[in-house]
């Protein structure tokens, strides 16, 4: 079961900006581990995102950003295109749990 | 390039085994640690199971402990998920996941195979 809530769905017009939230506790985001973003498109491996809270690895657009605040991190899509439609989930650490990881519930994007 | 490519799903029945493989290329193996993550058909991501470079740190899910256990080879850069006790829940994608650390605390998973299904049924 995962322990980060994400909206189940968000939808936007083409160039819109969205927002994905990934809210959690004080045993993980809110303990200050980082937060890790994935995005995995219809049919194919997650792929990382945002890494350590806001940074792209190399490739990602700068449309993708993240940011983190207290017990929660968001997502956000500048210039929503056609292809950004896919899942989306949070990931991060959690103390309370036996050498654990966790994941947001996944959130998916619609391109109007 | 950076290459994961699982193997050895399938279908099984409830309360037998199954061996998963991993086979990674494009780097510099016993650098990284690595995990497996699995994905319930129409479902989330669910971290399973952890490994350090040396296999001196390993971590399980509570919902695979004493049922699964990880393991790799550095010399065959390939990692492994040996799962027993199969259960109807354990029905899913399986994916390799490579860290960027050597060890399994916190972190996140920058490259990942394209997985291997397993699916547990009679």
């Known amino acids: 079961q995962s322990v980060l809530t994400q909206p189940p769905s968000v939808s936007g017009a083409p160039g819109q900006r969205v927002t994905i939230s990934c809210t959690g506790s004080s045993s993980n985001i809110g303990a200050g581990y980082d937060v890790h973003w994935y995005q995995q498109l219809p049919g194919t491996a997650p792929k990382l995102l945002i890494y350590?809270?806001?940074n792209r690895p190399s490739g990602v657009p700068d449309r993708f950003s993240g940011s983190k605040s207290g017990t929660s991190a968001s997502l956000a899509i500048s210039g929503l295109q056609a292809e950004d439609e896919a899942d989306y989930y949070c990931?991060?650490?959690?103390?309370?749990?036996?050498?654990?990881?966790?994941f947001g519930t996944g959130t998916k994007v619609t391109v109007l | 390039e950076v290459q994961l490519v699982e193997s050895g799903g399938g279908l099984v029945q409830p309360g037998r085994s199954l061996r998963l493989s991993c086979a990674a290329s494009?780097?510099?193996?016993?650098?990284?640690?690595m995990h497996w993550v699995r994905q319930a058909p129409g479902k989330g991501l669910e971290w399973v199971s952890g490994i350090s470079w040396n296999s001196g740190s390993i971590g399980y899910a509570d919902s695979v402990k004493g049922r699964f256990t990880i393991s790799r080879d550095n010399a065959k850069n390939s990692l492994y998920l040996q799962m027993n006790s199969l259960r109807a829940e354990d029905t899913a994608l399986y994916y390799c996941?490579?860290?960027?650390?050597?060890?399994?605390?916190?972190?996140?998973?920058?490259?990942w195979g394209q997985g291997t299904l397993v699916t547990v049924s009679s």
């Open positions: 990931q991060s650490y959690d103390s309370s749990l036996s050498g654990s990881y966790v």
């Open positions: 494009g780097f510099t193996f016993d650098d990284y640690a």
């Open positions: 996941a490579r860290a960027p650390s050597t060890v399994t605390t916190e972190g996140y998973f920058d490259y």
């Open positions: 350590g809270n806001s």
